[in-house]
């Protein structure tokens, strides 16, 4: 298959992606054809479409899932319905425990956004249960792609950039943290303990056929991707990001679509240069950011920390932010965790897209409000209209147009009588 042809059976969700995007269809089809705009769409669960990349407004990702210390279905299905309410744009089931697959396609079944996942944990959980997650045989991992794939996952996390030679030289970088993304961990203990190359890398153009024949998106893992802001930019993960630009290349030529995912932790000051990397690395491949988290000394406000460094990295050319919840390295979200997490990684994104010149009418038509003193009307363009309502109605105001810090000394209400006296 070749993106001219996937476009074309596309050609609908391409036609909706550019109403809602307000761009000519004409054009959002060409961002496609070259990689730089994906549309994540398994039609076996059928999402409402959603484009991702280039043009585009900045998209936001919420991730659940359960995990062997704590599965619970029903928030499970509670926290993908919360995300979805408080508007994210994709969710992705990071489910490590419980009943992996009930959980997976009973969100499929809950949500209308893109769902993705990352195959090889469960792949490695289920072997743990029989022997050692470094034991799992190819035919395990690729079975898992497959089986999410056939539950109608729309995007899926594949590490195929950490390598033999990858794993060398993190073996002689001073790195403080080592590796902290899961599917990372997973292949790099694979990768030594067996002597063999990345089955994912190895195995690409099958995967590339597994991906053309289910219609889901590639979403190209950073497996080295710093866990501090002290191993930032190092060699591993830039090595990792070359590779990854020559797989998007491969992946292209083949008509699958791929996204790209980016670091974890980095300093402000290198987040414009590790976009402009990627972009140009990956030949403008759509750009896929965990936060970034620019502090390392945040526990319990990673939301914060994630959504400065998300808010920068849209602004220079990310397209997809990855939620960071204030349970970021401390536990398993709750579904109130979730709803700050999604709201956070939205004022984020609004944030970048305001700077990029797209969404200005959502603020002005709040400041119009505000500029009224209407109320209702500003609750109205909230991103989270009941906490604003119950932070009013805490200390209620003294004067029904105003708020309880200024009273009757509302600079808006004052000066706006003189200027219509006047």
């Known amino acids: 298959m070749t993106l001219e042809q996937l476009a074309s059976k596309l050609q609908e969700e391409i036609k909706q992606v550019a109403k809602n995007e307000k761009i000519d269809s004409a054009k959002l089809k060409k961002l496609f054809l070259d990689g730089r705009v994906v549309i994540p769409f398994n039609p076996k669960h059928s999402p409402k479409p959603l484009g991702i990349g280039e043009k585009l407004g900045v998209k936001i990702n919420a991730n659940i899932g359960a995990s062997p210390d704590y599965a619970n279905i029903d928030e499970e299905i509670e926290k993908a319905k919360t995300a979805v309410k408080y508007k994210t744009d994709a969710l992705m089931d990071l489910s490590i425990g419980g009943n992996i697959d009930d959980i997976r396609r009973k969100i499929l079944k809950t949500v209308s956004v893109p769902v993705g996942t990352v195959p090889i944990y469960q792949a490695g959980m289920e072997y743990t ?31 195929c950039g950490v390598t033999k030679e990858s794993v060398e030289k993190l073996k002689k970088q001073k790195r403080i943290t080592g590796v902290v993304s899961r599917g990372g961990a997973f292949l790099v203990a694979w990768i030594i303990h067996n002597q063999k190359e990345n089955p994912l890398y190895k195995n690409y153009d099958y995967l590339l056929e597994l ?11 950073d497996g080295l991707r710093p866990g501090c802001i002290a191993d930032a930019s190092d060699k591993p993960q830039m090595q990792e990001l070359i590779i990854l630009g020559e797989l998007v290349e491969r992946a292209r030529k083949k008509g ?46 990673d939301h914060i920390v994630g959504a400065i460094g998300g808010a920068l990295a849209a ?18 979200p709750t579904v109130d965790d979730v709803r700050d997490g999604v709201i956070a990684s939205k004022i984020a994104a609004h944030s970048a897209d305001i700077a990029r010149g797209k969404n200005l009418d959502m603020d002005l038509s709040m400041a119009n409000a505000r500029r009224n003193l209407n109320w209702d009307e500003q609750f109205k363009h909230c991103l989270d209209p009941e906490k604003a309502r119950m932070i009013r109605e805490k200390r209620k105001p003294s004067f029904e147009d105003t708020c309880s ?12 009588k003189y200027l219509e006296e006047n």
């Not at 991906?211 to 893992?221: I, K, P, R």
């Not at 810090?405 to 706006?416: H, P, R």
């Open 315 to 332: 602004y220079y050319g990310a397209d997809f932010l990855c939620y960071v919840t204030p349970t970021e390295h401390l536990s398993l």
């Open 405 to 416: 810090m200024c009273g009757s000394l509302c600079a808006i209400k004052m000066v706006k």
């Open 129 to 159: 249960k029989k022997g050692a997650v470094v034991d799992m045989s190819e035919d395990d991992i690729f079975n898992s792609i497959e089986k999410h794939a056939k539950d109608g996952v729309d995007f899926m996390t594949v590490h």
């Open 256 to 301: 699958a679509q791929v996204m790209v995912e980016g670091p974890g932790h980095i300093p402000l000051n290198q987040i414009e240069a590790n976009v402009r990397m990627e972009k140009t690395i990956c030949r403008n491949a759509p750009f896929y950011v965990l936060g970034p988290l620019v502090t390392d000394i945040a526990p319990g406000y």
């Open 211 to 221: 991906a053309n024949e289910y219609s889901f998106t590639l979403s190209l893992g």
